[in-house]
């Protein structure tokens, strides 16, 4: 359970993001949707820890621990796994170091844990990447490095995954794996995820909540069934009055 | 024919203390995209130490050597603390020229301060290493050359085997294409850079006291003269490249050795550079031109 | 002037044109730690022309300054592959040879260098020259060619964009500040009457680096504040050699950890150039 309160950050002089407030529980998938540059991305990244001016606001998990000034890594170890924009693959490493690295912050997390048998499970998961494990990474293509980005992520047994544009670049059927395979995620491991989507295909198909974000603040908030009525979906992406209205007073 | 391959063995010699020098900038540079320059003052220093401990303190030469290594990488690692971790912090607006130029300033400070207190001229560094010269045929083997080849090829061999086969080596990796992502799988970046800085140290240092043995010679400013050949080597290999850099070290070794041979003496850095003009001609992104990260000063 | 403050000034002011072509360099993002090399270009060229060819002084000064800027435009086109840090240990290396070269070719003087070269640089000479290169570098940074500079240094991605070709920004800028050098070069020769290879030593590069790197790489008000400042502190201090590199390196560390741009930098001159306009417009009013 992710809880982001009053969350304000920069990378130079101005703010990105202006006093956002959200939440994601266990086993829910929550969208972030919203034009470029509305601060997806930013929001994620200053989550992890890697947005360096956090000008207000904090970020906690269920457990009341804050991720307040926390180095991105310690983050990582706390069980919040992070898959940025473009895959975030290691195109010099093997497929099967790439997954290692999720093995290694398995151990970390819990020392007591079996890699080999982690590995393993996680491999017949993806038997595609199982084929591959020895080729670089760099050589596959988009959809299969998204897969190998999230197998990768799902290793460390994260209780929080957050993903930036994970259908950028893919196919329209790979984003629909990628969607079933969020979904199944958050129900089978009770994984909060949590991400910042452009498409709204892939948000309908498997998120419960979605938040719309314009130019650094919070405009609204929708179920999933308001997901799929388009006159909302199109007021709120492509301005209605009132939307705009409130953006304007903010 | 005989002279040609005695140069041959005195350049391989030489070149392979010349590619420890160069695999030392790379490793700083590959993961902490810093063209660390202070560097090159390790090789320098660890002989520099050792003289002190075995000449003054009286230690005999198994434990100087290895204390000595030990001082040269805590110097190491206060350089990196004061000149080059302050620009490692995400966001800090400093441009590229700036860590570049404050790790030279680190350089000539330790260079000058080493040169008043022991003088600018250079100092005998006599080693006891057998009499006894080893023939093949009719090539001789001097046994400093065998020493030093010996411990270019263990050093070769064990870095080889760090980064390519143990877990740091895989973080090292990860951090030299993409820090943040590492991050996120919990390596700290951090963390990796001041390893890769000690392994770099040691490899210098390394370099620094074969030199300083197989001349017969301490100066305080052969951390430049060698640095600086060091990363035409590194250069020339590639940039980023581990394995370019041993190819290009050897490589400038022969040259050098076959023109001073055939040539003269005075050609020593008219080859390095030389070599260098002809590969940026030739070949600009040097021999092994390589993987990179997004970007690189 | 008398003899004593011309001594000390004339070199200063040389080495402050000299740094001036290194602020030129800089402003294309590029950084030259061998600068001394074509200020030795300079020198060497010119005390030939003046000695074998007994060429009039200043004909002999001009042409050494184009033979230095030449060599540049040929070591900036091939070396530019190179990164920005790679670029600087490339003219390292080339400065390292060239010194090497020269002092072991006997017919360029050996280790004995030129002398007999004649005297003909004073301060008159100087302050000239210093002025014509000032007004040149004045006129570079305002016209377009300094903002095009300046752009390929901020982002040569942003530049290329908009139609500025790197390559030819950092070979003119190149070309342009190692001329500069061969200028004081010509100047320090026909000042001295003699010159050796260590008028292209490392140590040279060095102090012309440090001149502008603490003195203010954004603006030619640094290169000079940088130069006539710490050019003139060992006179004032009369430190050894070693103290006085250690000093400036320990200064380079902690300017660049701390303050990167140098002393003079962009801000500042933002905010003093009104104030020193008003008060010239005040007083010419």
């Known amino acids: 359970m992710l809880s982001v309160n009053n969350l304000t950050s920069s990378y130079g002089q101005a703010p990105i993001i202006h006093d956002l407030s959200l939440d994601v529980g266990p086993g829910e998938v929550c969208v972030i949707m919203g034009p470029n540059g509305a601060g997806k991305s930013t929001l994620l990244r200053t989550i992890m820890g890697i947005v360096p001016n956090v000008l207000s606001g904090t970020v906690a998990l269920a457990s009341g621990r804050s991720l307040d000034h926390l180095p991105t890594h310690a983050i990582a170890s706390l069980g919040i796994a992070y898959v940025p924009e473009g895959r975030g693959i290691l195109n010099s490493l093997t497929v099967l170091e790439n997954l290692q690295l999720g093995t290694a912050l398995l151990k970390m997390r819990y020392p007591q844990e079996d890699a080999a048998t982690s590995m393993a499970s996680v491999l017949q998961s993806f038997p595609m990447l199982k084929d591959r494990s020895r080729e670089r990474a760099g050589l596959l293509s988009g959809g299969q490095q998204q897969m190998l980005a999230i197998a990768r992520a799902l290793l460390s047994r994260p209780s929080v995954l957050l993903l930036d544009e994970p259908s950028l670049g893919l196919a329209p059927l790979i984003r629909l794996e990628v969607a079933n395979l969020l979904r199944k995620i958050a129900d089978s491991e009770r994984v909060a995820v949590l991400l910042a989507e452009q498409d709204i295909t892939l948000a309908q198909r498997c998120a419960d909540r979605a938040y719309v974000l314009r130019r650094g603040r919070i405009v609204a908030q929708m179920s999933a069934d308001e997901l799929h009525d388009h006159d909302r979906l199109r007021e709120l992406y492509l301005g209605a009055p009132e939307v705009l209205e409130s953006t304007a007073s903010n | 024919m ?15 203390t010349y590619a420890l020098v160069a695999l030392g900038f790379v490793l700083i540079f ?13 090789i320098m220093l660890a002989p520099f130490f050792s003289f002190i401990l075995m000449d003054q303190a009286k230690l005999p030469a198994a434990l100087a050597f290895p204390l000595a290594l030990v001082l040269t990488v805590v110097i190491a690692l206060i350089v990196y603390s004061a000149a080059i971790r302050p620009f490692l912090v995400a966001g800090r607006q400093s441009g590229y020229l700036a860590p570049f130029i404050g790790s030279f300033g680190a350089s000539l400070f330790i260079e000058n301060i080493l040169a008043k207190i022991f003088g600018s001229s250079s100092h005998p560094f006599p080693i006891e290493i057998q009499r006894n010269v080893w023939r093949l045929g009719s090539i001789v083997f001097v046994p400093m050359q065998i020493v030093s080849m010996a411990c270019v090829v263990i050093a070769a061999l064990v870095l080889a085997w760090v980064v390519t086969r143990s877990k740091t080596g895989r973080s090292m990796r990860a951090v030299a294409e993409n820090p943040i992502v590492a991050e996120s799988q919990g390596i700290s970046a951090r963390r990796t850079i001041v390893i890769t800085i000690t392994i770099a140290t040691i490899l210098g240092a390394a370099s620094g006291i074969l030199f300083a043995a197989g001349n017969n010679e301490l100066s305080p ?18 940039v980023t490249s581990l394995p370019g850099a041993v190819v290009a070290g050897l490589l400038l070794g022969i040259a050098e050795a076959l023109a001073v041979g055939y040539l003269s003496s005075s050609f020593s850095m008219v080859i390095s550079f030389g070599l260098l003009f002809v590969i940026l001609l030739a070949r600009p992104t040097g021999l092994f031109a390589s993987a990179s990260r997004e970007s690189r000063p | 002037m008398s003899g004593f403050y011309s001594s000390i000034a004339i070199p200063v002011l040389i080495d402050a044109i000299a740094v001036l072509g290194l602020y030129v360099i800089a402003s294309s993002g590029r950084l030259s730690i061998g600068h001394a090399a074509f200020f030795g270009i300079g020198c060497y060229v010119s005390a030939i022309l003046s000695t074998q060819l007994t060429l009039p002084f200043w004909a002999s000064i001009v042409l050494g300054a184009v033979a230095a800027g030449v060599f540049g435009l040929v070591f900036a086109v091939v070396a530019e592959r190179l990164g920005h840090w790679f670029f600087a240990i490339a003219t390292l290396a080339f400065s390292v040879m060239l010194s090497g070269i020269v002092s072991s070719v006997e017919s360029l003087g050996g280790a004995t260098g030129i002398y007999g070269i004649p005297i ?13 290169v000032l007004v040149l570098v004045y006129w570079i ?38 001329a500069i050098a061969g200028l004081a070069g010509g100047l320090w020769a026909h000042y001295l009457g003699v010159i050796k290879p260590v008028d292209m030593s490392l140590d040279r590069s060095l102090f012309f680096l440090i001149y502008l790197a603490v003195g203010g790489i954004e603006h030619w008000a640094g290169a000079l504040l940088g130069t006539v400042t710490l050019g003139m502190l060992p006179e004032v201090l009369r430190f050894s050699r070693e103290y006085r590199l250690a000093f400036f390196g320990l200064l380079l560390t902690g300017f660049m950890v701390l303050r990167p741009s140098g002393f003079v930098s962009r801000q500042l001159i933002n905010r003093i150039a009104p104030r020193v306009g008003k008060i010239w417009g005040e007083r010419h009013a």
């Open chain 2, 2 to 16: 005989e002279f040609f391959i005695q140069l041959i063995v005195g350049g391989l010699s030489v070149g392979g």
């Open chain 3, 120 to 132: 003909a640089v004073g301060v008159p000479a100087v302050l000239v020259s210093l002025a014509a």
């Open chain 2, 30 to 42: 590959g993961v902490a995209n810093v063209l660390n320059i202070a560097h090159a003052q390790s």
């Open chain 3, 141 to 178: 940074d305002r016209a377009s060619l300094g903002r095009s500079l300046r752009a390929v240094r901020d982002s040569e991605i942003a530049a290329e964009a908009v139609g500025i070709n790197p390559a030819y920004a950092h070979a003119g800028a190149f070309a342009i500040g190692t």
């Open chain 2, 221 to 238: 400013f052969m951390g430049m003269e060698y640095g600086l050949k060091g990363l035409v080597v590194m250069i020339i290999g590639g």
